[in-house]
C-alpha cells in the first residue's frame, strides 16, 4: 500500500548497527535547506537523540524555521466535535463502534450553528467540524451546514469526519469547505492493519484518498499518534517522510494515550517490539516529531496538539509552540458533550467553557510573546484562503 511511495525499508534488526554508526557520524547541518532534504536515517537519529544540547539546537532551528517560514502568528482553528458515533472499530480509539460503555451524541444542526457563532465573535479563522465516522450526519447534512457557515460567518472550514465517500468529499468540496484531516496514523502497513481493521472488509488506503483530496481542491491534513505499541524509530522516521512525500498542508501529531475500554488499552492483539525498537509515548518525543516536521516541511501548518496538554497541562502546548507548531485548536464543543468525546482518557478542557478556552488560549499565546492569527491562515503554498469552487476537479 504505502511502499510506493515510501523509500526502501530495512530490516529492523539492522537499525542499532546502523544508528551507531549516524551517532558516530557528527551531523552538521548548516541550513534550513539541509534539515528539510535530511535522510530516514538523521531523522532516527534525532528521534533518539538524549543529549541537551544537541536537542536545544533541535528545538532553535525548528523555531527558527517556523519563525522564517509562517511567521509569528498562531491560528485558531475552534474545534467543533459535532458526533461522538462511530461505525470503526480502531483498536486506540475511545469512540470506536464497540465501546457500549459511553453514551453516543450527535449535535443538532442550531448546536453546531452557535458554535461557529462563537467562533466567528471569537476572531477564529477556521472552525474544525469533526466527529466519528458516523453516516447519520449524512451528506446533505453536512453540506448544508458548510454552506450556512460560509455564508454567515466566512469562516473557513476544516472537515474531520473519517473515510467518507468520493461523492460526499466532492459535494462538500462544492458546498465550500476548504480543507480535510485525516490522519494516516502509521505508515508501516501490518501495523496499520492491526490497529485499523476496515469496514465491510473494503480496505481504503488513507494515503491515496488524501491525494484525492487534494485533486478536488481541498487542503490536506494527515498525521500520526507517536509511540502507538508496535511502531519503531524507523517506522516513525518514515511517517515523517511521508509527511513531505505527499505535501500536506497540515501536519497533526500528538501522543498515543491507551484507553482502557480499546483492545490496544486492554493489550489485546498488541504489535510488541523490544523496547530498543520501540517508540516511547513521551512528551519529548512528541517534540521531537514537531520540531523535525517542521524542518522537512516548513511550510506546513502545525498544530500543537491537545493531546500534548494531557501530558503537560501547564505548558505542553506552548512549549509545542515554541519548537516548530503554529497552530492551536481551542475547543467550542459544548460542555455537555465534552466529556463523551473521550478519543483517549483524561482530555484537557473536558470541563470548560468555549469562553475560557478561548482567554486560557489567548494568555498561552501572548505568554510566550507571539501574536494571535488573524484569517483564515490557510497553507502558505497553497493560498486558498477563499476556495475558487470553480478549479475543482470534476473527475475524483
Ligand atoms: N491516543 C491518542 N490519539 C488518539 N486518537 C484516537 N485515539 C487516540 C488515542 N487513544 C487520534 C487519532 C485520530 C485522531 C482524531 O485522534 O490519530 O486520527
Ligand atoms: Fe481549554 Fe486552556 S484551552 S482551558
Known amino acids: 500500500m504505502y511502499s510506493s511511495v515510501l523509500e526502501e525499508s530495512q530490516n529492523p534488526e539492522q537499525i542499532n548497527y546502523t544508528v551507531d554508526v549516524i551517532t ?10 539541509e534539515y528539510k532534504n535530511m535522510t530516514k536515517y538523521e531523522i532516527i537519529k534525532w528521534l533518539r537523540e538524549e543529549n541537551p544540547e544537541e536537542l536545544a539546537r533541535l528545538w532553535h532551528e525548528a523555531d527558527n524555521t517556523r519563525s522564517v517560514n509562517v511567521g509569528n502568528e498562531v491560528h485558531l ?38 458554535c461557529a457563532a462563537m467562533a466567528h465573535s471569537f476572531n477564529y479563522g477556521t472552525v474544525v467540524i469533526q466527529a466519528g465516522e458516523d453516516y447519520g450526519l449524512d451528506t446533505e447534512f453536512i453540506g448544508s451546514l458548510v454552506r450556512h457557515i460560509k455564508e ?14 468520493d461523492t460526499e468529499l466532492l459535494s462538500w468540496r462544492k458546498a465550500r469547505a476548504d480543507r480535510y484531516l485525516l490522519r494516516f496514523e502509521t505508515s508501516n502497513e501490518q501495523l496499520y492493519e492491526l490497529i485499523h481493521p476496515p469496514s465491510n472488509n473494503i480496505k481504503i488506503d488513507r494515503v491515496e484518498l488524501l491525494c484525492k483530496l487534494r485533486n478536488i481542491g481541498y487542503e490536506i491534513g494527515s498525521g500520526v499518534m507517536i509511540g502507538i505499541h508496535g511502531q519503531s524509530y524507523e517506522n516513525l522516521a518514515d511517517d515523517i517522510l511521508l509527511f513531505k512525500k505527499i505535501d500536506l498542508d497540515m501536519i497533526g501529531v500528538g501522543p498515543y494515550i491507551p484507553h482502557p475500554s480499546t483492545s490496544l488499552g486492554k493489550n489485546i492483539k ?10 516511547p509515548a513521551t512528551e519529548l518525543m512528541c517534540y521531537k516529531v514537531i520540531a523535525l516536521s517542521r524542518l522537512i516541511c516548513p511550510e506546513a501548518n502545525i498544530p500543537s496538539a491537545t493531546a500534548l496538554a494531557t501530558l503537560n497541562l501547564t505548558n505542553g502546548r506552548e512549549t509545542g509552540l515554541c519548537r516548530g507548531a503554529n497552530i492551536l485548536m481551542p475547543n467550542l464543543t459544548p460542555v455537555k458533550y465534552r466529556s463523551l468525546y473521550e478519543i483517549y482518557p483524561s482530555k484537557a478542557c473536558i470541563f470548560e467553557t468555549a469562553q475560557q478556552c478561548q482567554s486560557c488560549i489567548a494568555s498561552k499565546i501572548h505568554a510566550i510573546g507571539r501574536a494571535i492569527g488573524k484569517g483564515p491562515g490557510s497553507c502558505k503554498k497553497r493560498n486558498t484562503g477563499n476556495t475558487d469552487v470553480g478549479k475543482i476537479c470534476s473527475k475524483f
Open 152 to 165: 454567515e460567518f466566512g469562516l473557513a472550514i476544516t472537515l474531520s469526519l473519517g473515510e467518507r465517500k
Open 270 to 279: 498488541k504489535m510488541n517490539l523490544s523496547s530498543n525498537l520501540q517508540v
Open 24 to 33: 558516530k557520524k557528527q551531523i552538521n547541518c548548516e541550513t534550513i535547506m
Open 77 to 114: 482553528r475552534g474545534l467543533i466535535e459535532i458526533s461522538n458515533h462511530c461505525v470503526r472499530q480502531c483498536a486506540y480509539c475511545g469512540i470506536n463502534i464497540k465501546n457500549a460503555s459511553i453514551s453516543r451524541y450527535r449535535m443538532t444542526f442550531d448546536e453546531i450553528i452557535e
